[in-house]
């Protein structure tokens, strides 16, 4: 079954946002490893995980935990930009190539939500 196509999600600027965050980690933070800025990114997403599970588990914690979610995620991104710029990643580059491949496997049919294909 073929799907119709869509019009990607925008990531324009997404290059200018990542070299604002060279610039900005480059004068506030001594250089860091790749290595290091890939173990902060788990760490990061460890933690926004961790507030999902507790969110989930303990409905008496749901509103507290909630309150952290958004400076979580922005951890994530911001350890996100430090490990691409690390390891020269253009990140909107990739997430552009990365968008094609997903909507060329979607419209032929090969994702879904959650059926087997």
């Excluded at 079954?1 to 990607?8: F, K, R, Y």
């Excluded at 552009?96 to 059926?115: C, D, F, N, W, Y």
Aim: hydrophobic residues 35%.
């Amino acid at each position: 079954m073929s799907e119709t196509p869509l019009t990607p999600p925008q990531v324009e600027g997404l290059q200018g946002t990542q070299r604002s965050f060279a610039a900005y980690q480059e004068k506030a933070f001594p250089p860091r490893s790749p290595e290091f800025f890939a173990l902060e990114l788990c760490g990061e997403c460890g933690e926004l995980a961790n507030l999902e599970k507790k969110i989930w588990r303990d409905p008496g914690r749901r509103d507290d935990c909630r309150k952290e979610l958004p400076h979580e995620a922005a951890d994530v991104f911001i350890a996100l930009m430090n490990y691409c710029n690390a390891r020269g990643i253009d990140l909107q580059q990739s997430v552009v190539a990365k968008l094609q491949v997903i909507e060329k496997r979607r419209t032929q049919g090969k994702m879904g939500s959650g059926s087997a294909h």
